[in-house]
């Protein structure tokens, strides 16, 4: 994948010390204009796929993506997926150890 935002800082950085106070969320920059890819993995595994190559044709694009801190380092990640239009809403709750990179498409 081109491009690539490398997003283990993003996540360090989200899965902070719990507290009191409310979730932190920050959006991908530029998920808000440009179609992107995700890829997910845990181990050397992959876990969690969008990009042009999925088998699952409502899996192929990715828009307005937004990481929220959970608890325990876990991490949801909002977005919108699609075939071409991404217009349908998934969240993904990621492992403490599990690692995310993006990259337009």
């Given amino acids: 994948m081109k491009d690539r935002l490398v997003v283990i800082t993003a996540m360090t ?11 932190k969320q920050m959006l991908v920059p530029g998920s ?14 992959v876990t ?14 990715a828009r307005n993506i937004f990481f929220t ?13 699609g075939f071409t239009d991404a217009n349908q809403e ?7 150890a599990e690692h995310c990179e993006m990259s337009k498409l």
């Fill in 32 to 45: 808000n204009i440009y179609d992107f890819g995700i890829e997910c993995r845990l181990d050397d595994k």
């Fill in 69 to 81: 801190e959970v608890s325990n380092g876990k991490v949801a990640i909002s977005l919108q997926r």
């Fill in 13 to 23: 950085i989200l899965a902070g010390p719990a507290s009191a106070e409310p979730a």
């Fill in 90 to 96: 998934t969240t993904y709750l990621t492992a403490p």
């Fill in 48 to 61: 969690f796929y969008v990009g042009k190559n999925s088998p699952n044709n409502q899996y192929r694009v």
